[in-house]
Antibody, heavy 113, light 107 residues
């Protein structure tokens, strides 16, 4: 069974950095790009970027450029999303996904002073 | 960036109704478009890929059409489990972009 299991909820202060993990089971992570999607409370979906775990190549949305780092550790079939300089507007659920069939359960990040 | 404009932003419909949602791209994207369904508190699920191909295990009442700048998602006979929010996603050009969503509510 394929599963993408994300790390748990986070509470951060403005200016901090958050790093979320996405552990893949049931397929080899190098076979698919891993995408990250942001969903603010009551809002729509926003594509943040993706990482090619096979070679580490990344693409980022301009909205997050300079603050986001996507990586993957193929030895443990896990992808990571790090977002820095957090602001209250970054309060959202963050999903990892292959955008074809498989999604993580989402990780709520709350940014509050 | 390519803007994806969905319409309507919400609609009310009854079980059995035919529902059509439109997504317009600000520039041509060939058929590089998917449709996603999201229910409250859940991750999205892809229904349609390459504009008109039904994802496996998705009911055949869902269909997609279109190319370049205009796309539609049609639900031929709305079922109770179809009340959800629907999004289009273009993956023709970086950054990939979602439409703003269409909420389908019960009339």
């Amino acid at each position: 069974e394929v599963q993408l299991v994300q790390s748990g909820a986070e509470v951060k202060k403005p200016g901090a950095t958050v790093k979320i993990s996405c552990r893949v089971s049931g397929f080899n992570i190098i076979d698919y790009y891993i995408h990250w999607v942001q969903q603010a409370p009551g809002k729509g979906l926003e594509w943040m970027g993706h990482v090619d775990p096979e070679n580490g190549e990344t693409m980022y949305a301009g909205t997050f450029q300079g603050r986001i780092t996507l990586t993957a550790d193929t030895s443990i079939n896990t992808a990571y999303m790090e977002l820095s300089s957090l602001a209250t507007e970054d309060t959202a659920i963050y999903y990892c996904a292959d955008l074809k069939r498989f999604w993580g359960q989402g990780t709520l990040v709350t940014v509050s002073a | 960036d390519i803007q994806m404009t969905q319409s309507p932003s919400s609609l009310s419909a009854s079980v059995g109704d035919r529902v059509t949602i439109t997504c317009r791209a600000s520039q041509g994207i060939r058929n590089d478009l998917g449709w996603y369904q999201q229910k409250p508190g859940k991750a999205p699920k892809r229904l349609i890929y390459a504009a008109s191909n039904l994802q496996s295990e998705v009911p055949s009442r869902f269909s997609g059409s279109g190319s370049e700048t205009e796309f539609t998602l049609t639900i031929s006979s709305l079922q109770p489990e179809d009340f959800a929010t629907y999004y289009c996603l273009q993956h023709s050009t970086y950054p990939w972009t979602f439409g703003q969503g269409t909420k389908v509510e019960i009339k």
